[in-house]
């Protein structure tokens, strides 16, 4: 089983020729509004590939809380641990430009009402070897008490160091799987401008120091990771971008429902890495995230 503990919001996106420089206006095309958050979409993922998903978080007493579940509800997601609270609902302002690149401004609201307490709750209610998977849009003290308690309980944890926090390299060190873009990397192994070389190195010696399963996604180019000491790469599709945004969460949740589902690590690469890709082709982070049968289909 895997729990997903993290961020739930409203997003709402607004598509441009380009993307505006500080202190530029430029004209909108569009407006539309749509779940995200990366908690609520990572388990979106983890469920639409198939498994068996619970979402811990918080939502507000407002207008956004219900659409920001309903996909997940309809997808048969386990809500109950979804608290309501006085903040308002998170949201994410996002600007996507015509090459498909985005710029996003989140806004927590209830999501930084997410406690350690909470976590222990979360935690609490899974097993040995279940899955946990948490990122860094809930408080730090949150995140760092889930991994603790995960550990404790032989919980197995996957973190996403999504968005790029000053934690991050320090909590990147906790987790027994560790997810990142490639910035978000540069942050774990403490170095700036790493090249190909520099990465494969960077990876090999962090695994050699900590025994971590790491996962670096490279866009357009794919995936590198490193597993019992071993480098594995895997590819996407070549597609056109329309909408890059949710595409890493739904890596991630396909990832972890890979793992959740026994397949081999490289296996659960490839798939992940698919449904990144097709996760491109639509806007919108939830409502892109494709069925297990759409990326079975292109694999
Ligand atoms: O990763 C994409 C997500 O980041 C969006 O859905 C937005 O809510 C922000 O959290």
């Known amino acids: ?30 407006f539309s509004t749509a779940a995200g958050g990366k908690g609520a979409n990572q388990a979106l993922a983890a469920r639409r590939a198939g498994r068996a998903v619970h979402l811990a978080g918080a939502v507000g007493r407002d207008g956004f809380a219900g659409p920001a579940l309903a996909l997940l509800k309809d997808a048969g997601t386990q809500l109950e641990a979804v608290k309501q609270v006085d903040e308002p609902t998170g949201t994410a302002l996002i600007l996507v430009g015509g090459d498909g690149e985005n710029m996003i401004a989140v806004v927590p609201g209830a999501n930084g009402t997410v406690t350690a307490a909470g976590a222990d709750l979360a935690v609490g209610a899974m097993s040995k070897g279940d899955i946990l ?23 197995i944890t996957v973190l996403n160091l999504a968005p790029l926090i000053d934690d991050a390299g320090r909590l990147g060190r906790i987790a027994d799987i560790v997810i990142a873009n490639e910035t978000e990397f540069e942050r774990l192994a403490g170095r700036e401008n790493m090249g190909p070389d520099d990465r494969e190195a960077a990876l090999k010696q962090i695994h050699g120091e900590t025994g971590q399963t790491l996962i670096v996604t490279l ?13 594995f790469r895997a590819k996407g599709l070549k597609i056109e971008p329309v909408d890059t945004v949710g595409a890493g969460d739904t890596f991630c949740g396909y990832f972890a429902a890979g793992l959740d589902e026994g397949l081999d690590f490289e296996t659960a690469l490839r798939r992940a890495a698919v449904a990144g890709s097709l996760a491109c082709l639509t806007q919108g982070a939830q409502p892109s995230i494709p069925l297990s049968a759409d990326v079975a289909n292109k694999l």
Do not use: H, Y
Request: proline letters at 6%; aromatic letters at 2%.
């Open 133 to 155: 998977m948490l990122q860094l849009e809930i408080p730090v003290p949150a995140v760092e008490r889930a991994l603790a308690a995960a550990r404790a309980g032989g919980v």
């Open 1 to 30: 089983m895997i729990t997903v503990f993290g961020s739930i919001n409203m997003d709402l996106i607004a598509t441009t020729e380009r993307l505006p420089k500080p202190g530029e206006t430029v004209a909108g095309n569009s």
């Open 219 to 231: 866009g357009a180019d794919g995936v590198i990771a490193i597993r019992d000491s071993v480098i």
